[in-house]
């Protein structure tokens, strides 16, 4: 059973700064591609970053320069080092396991995924 928790979400000034976590079970995880994306009220899922089995990283042209996406295949966990914060950053975010040691921006190409954390930044 492939299981995905996110954590690390919160309130935060703009400007600030948060680190979120996904830890992965259930799957040798260093084998797939692995992403973040997020939903805000009233929107569609949203790619914000993938990094592929061999370190290869993507980012989306919103959050390219603020956000590094990490992976950590001993602890079978990626992260989020979101900087820089702003106002249209809140959202939900959920991480993703892909079905492949590759994957790109499309939700379809993804099979597991976590609950979500919530990201709030104020102005």
């Known amino acids: 059973q492939v299981q995905l928790v996110e954590s690390g979400g919160g309130l935060v000034q703009a400007g600030g700064s948060l680190r979120l976590s996904c830890a992965a079970s259930?799957?040798?995880?260093?084998?797939?591609?692995m992403g973040w994306f997020r939903q805000a009220p009233g929107k569609g899922r949203e790619f914000v970053a993938t990094i592929w089995s061999g370190g290869t990283t993507y980012y989306a042209d919103s959050v390219k320069g603020r956000f590094t996406i990490s992976r950590d295949n001993a602890k079978n966990t990626v992260y989020l080092q979101m900087n820089s914060l702003k106002p249209e950053d809140t959202a939900v975010y959920y991480c993703?396991?892909?079905?492949?040691?590759?994957?790109?921006?499309?939700?379809?190409?993804?099979?597991?995924w976590g609950q979500g954390t919530q990201v709030t930044v104020s102005s």
């Open positions: 259930g799957r040798t995880f260093s084998n797939y591609a």
């Open positions: 993703a396991v892909a079905r492949t040691a590759y994957s790109s921006s499309y939700p379809n190409q993804y099979d597991y």
